[in-house]
């Protein structure tokens, strides 16, 4: 049962362009969204994150946008370089019963290429 | 400030062996968590520890095994190896796991695992 899904496995835009990338979500526990983004041979790296009680965070060309009535969510990069080129994987969490942080549920991922 | 540490990079071992890997967090940080990740399925959770003590658990069979030590360095453990075993596994640290949901983890670079 994949909770969190990235329909999109990759994207190309130009450069200085949007790039969008898409997440969707079926748990509706989950109250805090992160965006990470892989390169090869490397670890993921934190980008954003957003939570539940809000609709918009931005972070210099990152924004992310939460939909929770639609359970979607998107990271908007704005303009869009060549060193963005990576794995970007959308992610979700939840505080248990116990009032501390759950695991992190992630996406399988899209691969953004920005073309020069 | 060092980085989150995994050893080795690359690992190749036969199919029945077992394997240990290894994660030193950021120093400050208490909770680990490791992550395998596939082409196919993504980043799948395995087990989170904090001081010491195993949290969170993925749905991963009892073959995959980890713990802590007082120093919150990790291990993990995975016996009677098999071929869907071979994936890159990611250690991940953090201050608290509530300090994670919103500035997210940090993340190794991995250990690359190929079972022959």
């Known amino acids: 049962d994949q909770q969190v899904k990235q329909n999109s496995p990759s994207l190309s835009v130009q450069e200085g362009r949007i790039s969008i990338l898409n997440c969707d979500y079926t748990?509706?526990?989950?109250?805090?969204f992160l965006w990470y983004k892989k390169y090869p041979a490397e670890g993921p790296t934190f980008l954003i994150s957003i939570s539940s009680i809000k609709d918009k965070n931005e972070d210099g060309r990152f924004t992310v946008f939460l939909n929770k009535s639609a359970k979607h969510l998107s990271l908007h990069i704005v303009p869009s370089q060549p060193g963005d080129s990576a794995v970007y994987f959308c992610a979700a969490s939840r505080t248990n019963s116990g009032g501390s942080n759950y695991k992190l549920t992630f996406g399988k991922g899209t691969l953004l290429t920005v073309n020069p | 400030k060092a980085g989150v540490t995994q050893t080795p990079r690359y690992l190749i071992k036969t199919r029945g062996q077992q394997v240990t890997l290894s994660c030193s967090p950021i120093s400050g940080h208490r909770s680990v968590s490791w992550y395998q990740q596939t082409p196919g399925q993504g980043l799948q959770f395995l087990f989170e520890?904090?001081?010491?003590?195993?949290?969170n658990k993925g749905n991963f069979p009892g073959r995959f095994s980890g713990r802590q030590f007082s120093n919150s360095r990790s291990e993990m453990n995975v016996s009677t190896l098999e071929l869907g075993d071979s994936a890159l596994y990611l250690c991940a640290s953090s201050s608290t796991s509530g300090t994670a949901r919103i500035y997210g983890y940090t993340f190794g670079s991995g250990t690359r695992l190929t079972v022959v």
């Open positions: 520890y904090f001081s010491e003590t195993q949290r």
């Open positions: 748990n509706s526990m989950f109250d805090y």
